[in-house]
């Protein structure tokens, strides 16, 4: 069974930056297409960003120009690349595996990990 495990989070100030990753074990990432996903408190899980196996990107518009996600394949993981971060960004961060073969239509697939915190504060 593969499991998902995100880091990286933690509290910063408003305009900083963050590195989240996901990596797997029980499988290889490198054939998956990924999501981020983000949750914050008494709101629903949102999309954030979509990377497929040929590292061909999506994001959604609040994140655009600010959010970057990128692949190692070598090291089976997925990275999100944080920047500008605002109060807005404050959220549990989550990676999953994607079977949609569109970008912006997702169909996430398989268990969700337990995600990391991002708490942008002052």
């Known amino acids: 069974q593969v499991q998902l495990v995100e880091s990286g989070g933690g509290l910063v100030q408003p305009g900083g930056s963050l590195r989240l990753s996901c990596t797997a074990s029980g499988s290889s990432l490198n054939a998956y297409n990924m999501d981020w996903y983000r949750q914050a408190p008494g709101k629903q899980r949102e999309l954030v960003a979509q990377?497929?196996?040929?590292?061909?990107?999506n994001y959604v518009d609040s994140v655009k120009g600010r959010f970057t996600i990128s692949r190692d394949n070598a090291k089976n993981t997925v990275y999100l690349q944080m920047n500008s971060l605002t109060h807005e960004d404050t959220a549990v961060y989550y990676c999953?595996?994607?079977?949609?073969?569109?970008?912006?239509?997702?169909?996430?697939?398989?268990?969700w990990g337990q995600g990391t915190q991002v708490t942008v504060s002052s």
């Open positions: 990377i497929t196996s040929g590292s061909m990107t």
């Open positions: 999953i595996r994607d079977l949609s073969p569109v970008l912006g239509r997702p169909r996430p697939f398989g268990s």
